[in-house]
């Protein structure tokens, strides 16, 4: 038995070693997008759009053509909608079904997409939309699907999942070493077929380090999944996290009922009608959160799916300006797995202090958080002014700031669904959030298009926009904060009015 607690422990570090090594090598790739399109253009994808262009420099007129930019910018504008608003039934499905078919139809999406891009070629520049588009899909599913790994370590779950959200950022950098390999002569094809062929470490990993539904929270004892060595406990995750789920409380917030309530009162009959999936999507927490992501991701995704252009304008058209300057910003995405930690150690900060009387483990979780959302709000404020001013040595810490809100965003935003909202909702929580949010970043195209119609290829007054636009942030960290403080004074008064109701508790304390 003590050989089984010992593999099983072993167990719960391969998987979460090889988890972030999976979301760090090929879960966020298409936001690399920048790198790919300097591979996309050497390759003359789409090029007949820009025929017609004329000029005495034949690779200034490539670079500069508005037609060509146009259809990279909405491939990834369509790429990262579906990314986000697929996860509405993504997060049904993970849901309903578990982890094993998630995966399964997460990389058969994810080779198909690789595929496509191997069998692409500038007469057929438009299969790199099915192409990006099913890459990005199957990548958010890989990374919903080990966004749970946080559940085997309880003292450090924050930490794992703004880890993992990092590791997805940083694989961004991927695309970058497609394109170093290239200008060594390795083929385009070549890179996408080595992709497709490491789907077989994604399926072993999904039978061997996976479960077959969920991993519960808390996880009970002798919890193993995998191959065992032994007979295991067997677990009805769905029914052990509703029960656990009924039996606390909701905040003020999100039930309007008091937090303080007991399981073994009249009114815990109904606890699981209030706990509905419905109440929780209409609560202000939700709403507000949905707004933070909103906003912030339009921010990020028009930086990225306009980069190329933005660089090329501020180079003055200089290709070997705009290749340095694509590199360093795909170097810095490595950094995306060294930075988002920081933002779960902010979350965990509280996780093995004393809580005060009457504090409940969710009031401490979401006491640790409107600090990780205020922080992550003022980086996305920064980066915007940064990104604002048309200066193209400032693009270096357009981009620092950049990768570090990014981390911080994702990581922070799955974090707080999982504190705020009962664990048994996280998947339909988190997909709802992320799909609604992705019908706001459809926006990034028509501005896109504002700025290379109307505005005349200057990006400056969208930028001023989007930065005033960021001040709205501010109110769910603000939100967040006041009830946090609503909280604690309703704890005060209630222990204050049971001392006086029960002498014998004033004794105790005395």
Same mark, same amino acid.
């Given at each position: 038995m003590q050989g089984c607690e010992v593999g099983t422990k072993l167990r719960y570090w391969l998987t979460l070693v090889s988890g972030m090594l999976e979301c760090l090598c090929f879960a966020g790739v298409v936001f690399g997008y920048a790198s790919l399109v300097f591979v996309l253009k050497k390759e003359r994808y789409f090029s007949e759009l820009c025929s017609s262009d004329t000029g005495s420099n034949s690779t200034q007129t490539e670079t500069d053509c508005i037609s060509q /930019?146009?259809?990279?910018? &909405?491939?990834?504008?369509?790429?990262? +909608? &579906?990314?986000?608003?697929? $996860?509405?039934?993504? %997060?049904?499905? @993970? /849901?309903?079904? %578990?982890?094993?078919?998630?995966? &399964? *139809?997460?990389?058969?999406?994810?080779?198909? %997409?690789?595929?496509?891009?191997?069998? $692409?070629s500038a007469a057929y520049s438009p299969m790199i939309f099915p192409a990006l588009c099913c890459i990005a899909v199957g990548g958010i599913l890989l990374l919903l699907t080990n966004m749970q790994v946080g559940? *085997? +370590?309880?003292?450090?779950?924050?930490?794992?999942?703004?880890l993992y959200n990092g590791a997805f950022d940083s694989s961004s950098?991927?695309?970058?070493?497609?394109?170093?390999?290239?200008?060594? %002569?390795?083929?385009?094809? $070549?890179?996408? @077929?080595?992709?497709?062929?490491?789907?077989?470490?994604?399926?072993?990993?999904? =039978?061997?380090?996976?479960?077959?539904?969920?991993?519960?929270?808390?996880?009970?004892q002798r919890y193993t999944y995998g191959v065992n060595c032994g007979q295991a406990d067997g677990y009805n995750v769905e029914q052990l996290e509703m029960a656990r789920d009924a039996t606390i409380a909701l905040p003020q917030g999100l039930s309007g009922k008091d937090a303080t309530a007991r399981p073994d009162e009249p009114e815990a009959g109904?606890?699981?009608?209030?706990?509905? =999936?419905?109440?929780?999507?209409?609560?202000?927490? =939700?709403?507000?959160?949905?707004?933070?992501?909103?906003?912030m991701q339009l921010r990020h995704y028009l930086f990225i799916g306009t980069l190329n252009s933005r660089l090329s304008r501020l180079a003055g058209g200089d290709a070997i300006l705009v290749s340095q300057y694509t590199n360093a910003f795909a170097m810095t995405q490595l950094c995306g797995v060294v930075c988002a930690p920081w933002n779960g150690l902010i979350l965990d900060r509280h996780k093995g202090r004393h809580r005060v009387a009457g504090e409940t483990e969710q009031d401490a979780d979401l006491r640790s958080s409107y600090l990780s959302l205020f922080l992550t709000s003022l980086q996305c404020l920064l980066f915007s002014v940064c990104a604002s001013i048309p200066l193209l040595? *400032?693009?270096?810490?357009? =981009?620092? *700031?950049?990768?570090?809100?990014?981390?911080?965003?994702?990581?922070?935003?799955?974090?707080?669904?999982?504190?705020?909202?009962?664990?048994c909702h996280f998947g339909k929580l988190f997909g709802l959030l992320m799909a609604l949010s992705a019908v706001i970043s459809l926006l990034q195209y028509p501005l896109f298009a504002l700025v290379k119609g109307a505005l005349q290829g200057d990006p400056f007054y969208v930028d001023i926009t989007l930065t005033l636009l960021t001040a709205l942030v501010f109110i769910h960290p603000a939100y967040v904060f006041i009830h946090c403080r609503r909280q604690a004074r309703s704890r005060e008064a209630a222990l204050h009015t049971d001392v006086y109701t029960d002498p014998s508790l004033a004794q105790a304390k005395l």
């Open positions: /930019d146009e259809q990279f910018s &909405l491939a990834f504008t369509i790429a990262s +909608f &579906l990314n986000n608003f697929l $996860s509405l039934i993504n %997060g049904y499905l @993970f /849901d309903r079904f %578990g982890t094993m078919v998630t995966r &399964l *139809l997460a990389i058969s999406l994810y080779t198909t %997409g690789t595929l496509l891009m191997a069998f $692409s559940n *085997l +370590f309880a003292a450090h779950r924050s930490t794992i999942i703004t950098a991927v695309f970058l070493i497609i394109k170093v390999l290239y200008e060594q %002569g390795v083929s385009l094809q $070549s890179c996408f @077929f080595a992709l497709s062929l490491c789907s077989i470490i994604h399926v072993a990993r999904t =039978f061997l380090l996976m479960p077959t539904t969920h991993i519960p929270y808390p996880l009970p109904n606890t699981e009608k209030v706990a509905g =999936f419905w109440s929780h999507v209409l609560s202000w927490f =939700f709403l507000w959160h949905l707004l933070w992501l909103s906003i040595t *400032l693009q270096y810490l357009t =981009f620092i *700031l950049q990768v570090l809100n990014r981390s911080f965003l994702y990581g922070g935003s799955a974090a707080f669904i999982s504190i705020a909202f009962p664990a």
